[in-house]
């Protein structure tokens, strides 16, 4: 079965925090560059945050930048993004992705396999 699964959504207040958790199974995974991207009502599918294949390297959109983090773990097959200091502006689905290669992107049309997303809500 080949999916991505992400976990740790949920409501929260305005400056709380949560981690967000994605686990591949059925592909490969640590030759792969992944992302974190966002949608909320109304609006278009954004990038949030990208790692290498390595984790050596990572970005993060300006909005994020110093209160988001992404990580990975190619043992266990699994990227991460910790979510500090959040915001009501904040609220939206969170999908996981995996990019063509090592490599991560800007652009979704870079990324090829999709989790079903996460519902993050951030209360004022």
């Known amino acids: 079965q080949v999916q991505l699964v992400e976990s740790g959504g949920g409501l929260v207040q305005a400056g709380g925090s949560l981690r967000l958790s994605c686990a591949a199974s059925g592909m490969p995974f640590s030759s792969y560059a992944m992302g974190w991207f966002r949608q909320a009502p109304g609006k278009e599918r954004e990038f949030v945050a990208g790692?290498?294949?390595?984790?050596?390297?990572?970005s993060y959109a300006d909005s994020v930048l110093g209160r988001f983090t992404i990580s990975r773990d190619n043992a266990k097959k699994s990227v991460y993004l910790q979510m500090n200091s959040l915001k009501p502006e904040d609220t939206a689905v969170y999908y996981c992705?995996?990019?063509?290669?090592?490599?991560?992107?800007?652009?979704?049309?870079?990324?090829?396999?999709w989790g079903q997303g996460t519902q993050v809500t951030v209360s004022s």
């Open positions: 790692i290498s294949w390595g984790g050596g390297r990572t």
């Open positions: 992705a995996r990019a063509r290669g090592g490599t991560h992107d800007y652009s979704p049309d870079y990324y090829n396999y």
